[in-house]
């Protein structure tokens, strides 16, 4: 099979790319854990003829990668472009030892007030706005660590990151709470969340008590998950509150965690709109390949 061009999502743990059809449609996949923290500059190339080598055909065939691959520990490094601005565009041109690649690295977006950036997920935002262009308002993107973009116009005005996801990881894998919390989610997710909401400032007193509860009353390891992972949700959604408050709110994301922050969205009585995080990539990578594209 030879694609018309292709597409590619390339984090820091993991290589994901699509055979894209002159249509834009995908016409095969393909993935690898040959993410950018195991590999040398000298060896992206290598690791990405090894998964697309078959869908070449001998010209050169256009490849669009956005994520952790530009950035400067990357393949090559695709300067940051700050906002406000357009989320998609800029990509950088790579030179490449194969001839039969031609290849294009996305850049990251950067806010210098205050200090912040993106990579990979500008792409996101980026596929979500070609399809909803008339949207102002709110993108959430989950994840390790959460984006919080403020979209109008079709452009990114404003964004922060918040480290809930990495602080929930550290907490509930390497602090005293690992011997309290479980595996999998019980009840009590929705409360805690309206507890963190009601008083932010009180969340940090209300971590060991889950430590204490699971020695005093034996709370169940899968009550304690769900209420640490409600008392951080609720913290970061009260300090990012000015932004979805009263406005329109998208989540962006892999269904399991988007769908845990809507049910926190839903204490807050907001209801938001699901978009799924690999549909938008896809759909950035294309709007990123017409720009491209003679």
């Known amino acids: 099979m030879r694609a018309d061009w292709i597409a590619v999502d390339w984090g820091t743990s993991n290589l994901r790319a699509w055979a894209m059809g002159a249509d834009g449609s995908a016409l095969a996949e393909a993935s690898s854990g040959d993410g950018m923290a195991g590999l040398a ?14 869908w070449l055909g001998e010209d050169a065939t256009t490849v669009i990668a956005c994520g952790m691959v530009g950035s400067r520990q990357g393949w090559a490094e695709a300067p940051y472009r700050a906002v406000p601005c357009a989320p998609a565009g800029g990509a950088v041109r790579v030179e490449t030892r194969d001839p039969r690649l031609a ?10 007030d205050p200090p912040d950036v993106m990579r990979g ?9 070609a399809c909803e262009p008339d949207f102002e308002g709110a993108l959430c993107l989950p ?8 979209a109008a116009g079709g452009r990114v005005a404003a964004f922060r990151t918040v480290m809930t996801g990495e602080i929930f990881a550290l907490l509930s894998k390497s602090s005293v709470l690992r011997h309290s919390v479980g595996a999998t989610m019980g009840a009590g997710f929705e409360a805690t969340v309206d507890e963190a909401l ?15 509860g699971d020695l005093l009353s034996d709370v169940a390891p899968e009550d304690a ?18 932004r979805w408050r009263g406005r329109p709110v998208a989540l962006i994301g892999a269904s399991g965690l988007a769908a845990l ?3 926190a969205l839903d204490v807050a009585g907001v ?3 699901m978009a799924d995080g690999t549909a938008c990539t896809l759909d950035g990578l294309r709007a990123a390949h017409a720009e491209i594209a003679p």
Request: proline share 4%; aromatic share 6%.
């Open 198 to 212: 009601a008083a932010p400032e009180a969340v940090p007193a209300h971590l060991f008590a889950l430590r204490a």
């Open 261 to 263: 922050y809507a049910r």
């Open 143 to 150: 994840g390790t660590h959460s984006k919080w973009v403020e």
């Open 121 to 129: 997920e500008e792409t996101q935002v980026a596929g979500f706005l």
């Open 271 to 273: 209801s938001a709109h």
């Open 41 to 54: 500059r000298e060896a992206f190339e290598g690791a990405l003829l090894s998964l697309v080598g078959t």
């Open 225 to 242: 998950r769900a209420r640490l992972s409600g008392l951080l949700i609720g913290a970061e959604l009260a300090a990012m509150a000015g």
């Open 103 to 112: 290849m294009h690295i996305l850049p990251g977006l950067k806010q210098m």
